[in-house]
């Protein structure tokens, strides 16, 4: 998710926590001194929409202020009967290995309840995934109902479809409601990906949780509150996965990067290195890449159109000409892509100019018969690029043939283990 998903204040420290275009032949330089000034008249235009950043493990962080989009009002059907003091599930789009349901039904029927809010392009999200499917497996038939809220991030995340094969390809056996307009993300003033909150069957918020980790503490008060409803756990031995480690020789992480204007335009952005990216929205330039190696940014070579969402490759490049660069320090990248077209395509991989070796190579990688390394983008979802064995401080680049190609974010990590 997800920047969006309060984080970029704490993610070092707590990791739990297309219109019209016109081409030009006018190069792209990176003088971003004369950026800020053009950020800070922008950020007025578009400052309602742009209080949104959002998750991913760009510090491995998680945390971020509401998206921006404006709920429709819950029907009356919806409206919760318990205290208006307690938040309930309102205004859920669609529902996903469920019939409908609230918290005050799931209460009633003595079920203590664990809602998860998550995104599925959310890298902190994911993380979380081993431990709430070990949680669902130990309790959900002793008491516990865990109700996955998904509030997406992005557009894409919006579509049934694309939800429920990420469901499917993560596991997720638990009620999964697509809070699309935000409407229950706003009743409960949530404002990170993910987030926990826990109901004991007295209807009191007992527990809540922002971020990754603690997840010894989460199941602990998982467990009281189902004795104290009176369900039977003795017999399950409370044995939970240990919290994820952080690599201790990293000096650095790179924040979470998005590609498309609604959050470069203000003044946490400026993710993208250049400043004609700034000068308007939705306009296919020819980029320059001078070379930069600023950390925090990525850099463009050839045609590319801002989106409102995503940086998009802006035509057919056979001999793989153009590229994004992307300057980092982490042992594990991640890129989001939701493909702009519905041929499926292939985004070759390198570092320094060079394949990824099989030690570096992320889940999502594929090796051709050449040893490049490739994505194979068919989906709308996040891929895993980089998971290296050790802490780097380097680059890496993106190239394909495809106009398909749209990156929509980054993010990184320094566990010493997966994403």
């Keep these: 998710m997800h920047t969006t998903r309060m984080r970029r204040l704490f993610m070092m420290e707590f990791p739990e926590f297309r219109s019209i275009r016109e081409i030009t032949g006018k190069r792209a330089k990176m003088r971003l001194g004369l950026i800020k000034s053009r950020i800070f008249l922008l950020s007025f235009v578009a400052a309602a929409t742009l209080l949104a950043v959002a998750c991913g493990g760009s510090t491995d962080e998680t945390a971020s202020p509401e998206p921006t989009s404006e709920a429709a009002a819950p029907a009356a059907s919806s409206t919760p009967t318990r205290s208006v003091l307690l938040p309930e599930i309102v205004g859920i789009s669609n529902w996903i290995n469920s019939e409908p349901t609230t918290i005050e039904a799931e209460l009633a029927a003595g079920n203590v309840v664990l809602i998860d809010f998550w995104t599925y392009t959310c890298v902190n999200c994911l993380r979380t995934m081993p431990h709430l499917k070990g949680w669902y497996e130990k309790y959900a038939d002793r008491g516990l109902t865990i109700i996955g809220v998904h509030s997406p991030e992005f557009d894409f995340e919006k579509v049934t ?24 993300w706003r009743n409960f003033g949530n404002r990170f990906w993910p987030a926990k909150y826990m109901f004991s ?48 020789s990293a000096t650095s992480l790179t924040r979470e990067l998005y590609g498309g204007y609604e959050r470069a335009y203000s003044q946490q952005g400026v993710y993208n290195g250049h400043e004609a990216y700034y000068f308007g929205p939705d306009q296919v330039l020819d980029y320059e890449d001078s070379g930069e190696t600023t950390d925090g940014q990525y850099f463009l070579s050839g045609l590319w ?64 018969d050449d040893g490049t390394s490739v994505l194979q983008v068919s989906e709308a979802r996040l891929y895993a690029v980089l998971e290296s064995p050790e802490f780097l401080e380097d680059e890496l680049y993106f190239r394909s043939t495809s106009p398909n190609f749209a990156m929509f974010a980054f993010t990184f990590g320094i566990y010493l283990e997966g994403a």
């Design 161 to 184: 479809s694309n939800v429920q094969e990420a469901v499917d390809r993560i596991g997720v056996k638990w009620p999964v409601a697509q809070d699309n307009d935000m409407t229950t």
């Design 305 to 368: 159109e801002n989106g409102a969402e995503s940086i998009v490759h802006a035509r057919e490049d056979p001999d793989l000409e153009d590229y994004l660069r992307v300057p980092f320090g982490a042992r594990s990248v991640n890129i989001v892509i939701d493909p702009a077209g519905p041929e499926p395509f292939e985004v070759v991989v390198e570092i320094d100019g060079a394949p990824l070796s099989p030690e570096q190579a992320g889940a999502d990688i594929v090796f051709n």
């Design 201 to 248: 069957t007295d209807d009191e918020l007992v527990y809540t949780h922002f971020g990754e980790g603690d997840y010894a503490e989460t199941e602990t008060v998982i467990r009281e509150q189902l004795v104290a409803a009176g369900h039977d756990i003795s017999d399950i031995p409370f044995a939970p996965l240990p919290d994820d480690v952080r690599d201790a």
